[in-house]
T-cell receptor, first 111, second 113 residues
């Protein structure tokens, strides 16, 4: 099966940029997703990138994909306290019905 | 346009009781997925259903767990004779077609005493 790995914790100061990293093992991954989970809540889809793209930007969010290294990152510019949450990387794979999730990165924004 | 709805949001059961979790997909979505999130872990796939059919239950425990998605009404995840290890958050997602973007509900947090 697919392994998706993330570092567990990240702390940044308000106003700085945050970079959350993710690695995956399956080269047949088609789409890669970033979801945000606030305490006690469900998963909110933030953004996604197709595997033939290198970069995608959406307002404060920038997704970078290095397909050769199977490395995905999410950059949040001008991080705010409201960005404090757990961020999950997930991959979709050809032929698989489900998403494969990482363990999540807990982002703490220090005022 | 309502998103994916799940109820109840919180459910407390004693060991040996049954738990029923409901999921109504987004309007226009006929594909439903159930995932389980254990404390401090990521989400693990359990089962994928289309209307009236179980397509993939490769992540579902073989005993005590069952799922359905009837022609009318919500999808149901049923856990019989719950044990403490079943305590988790159960998330439902839906998509308009197979292998399209999945949108998640708020989850049901099950606590087994």
């Amino acid at each position: 099966g697919e392994d998706v790995e993330q570092s567990l914790f990240l702390s940044v100061r308000e106003g700085d940029s945050s970079v959350i990293n993710c690695t995956y093992t399956d080269s047949s991954s088609t789409y890669l997703y970033w979801y945000k989970q606030e305490p006690g809540a469900g998963l909110q889809l933030l953004t996604y990138i197709f595997s033939n793209m290198d970069m995608k930007q959406d307002q404060r969010l920038t997704v970078l994909l290095n397909k050769k290294d199977k490395h995905l990152s999410l950059r949040i510019a001008d991080t705010q306290t409201g960005d404090s949450a757990i961020y999950f990387c997930a991959s979709a794979r050809t032929g698989a019905n489900n998403l494969f999730f990482g363990t999540g990165t807990r982002l703490t924004v220090i005022p | 346009n309502a998103g994916v709805m799940q109820n109840p949001r919180h459910l407390v059961r004693r060991r040996g009781q049954e738990a029923r979790l409901r999921c109504s997909p987004m309007k226009g979505h006929s594909h439903v997925y159930w995932y389980r999130q254990l404390p401090e872990e990521g989400l693990k796939f359990m089962v994928y259903l289309q209307k009236e059919n179980i397509i993939d239950e490769s992540g579902m425990p073989k005993e005590r767990f069952s799922a359905e998605f009837p022609k009318e009404g919500p999808s149901i995840l049923r856990i019989q004779q719950v044990v403490r290890g079943d305590s988790a958050a159960y998330f439902c997602a839906s998509s308009p077609a197979r292998q399209e973007t999945q949108y998640f509900g708020p989850g049901t947090r099950l606590l087994v005493l």
